[in-house]
């Protein structure tokens, strides 16, 4: 069990929450581009600042990093991303 209370089926040590703005038109190519990258557990297009945003999970923080800066930064169609790192308190 998790300090937060929450359990998984496996431990994962590295979460993040991914914001992508994408250029205009492009929602759904990224949306659906962002399927096939492993690590993104979830993908929600949402309406704001930014067009979707992406929970990836990973084992530690390079391998969340790989994904993030090898896989998701590499899309096209992606005009800017901001990463929210998870924590436990």
């Known amino acids: 069990m998790h300090k937060s209370g929450y359990t998984d089926e496996v ?30 557990c979830e993908a929600h297009p949402v309406i704001g600042r930014y067009n979707i945003v992406a929970k990836i999970k990973a084992d530690d923080f390079e391998d969340l990093g790989y994904v993030i800066v090898d896989k998701v930064n590499h899309l096209e169609h992606i005009d800017y991303t901001e990463t929210l790192t998870a924590t436990q308190f």
């Open 11 to 40: 431990d994962i040590l590295a979460i993040a929450y991914l914001l992508i703005r994408t250029f205009p038109g492009h929602e759904r190519d990224v949306f659906y581009s962002l399927r096939n990258i492993p690590g993104i």
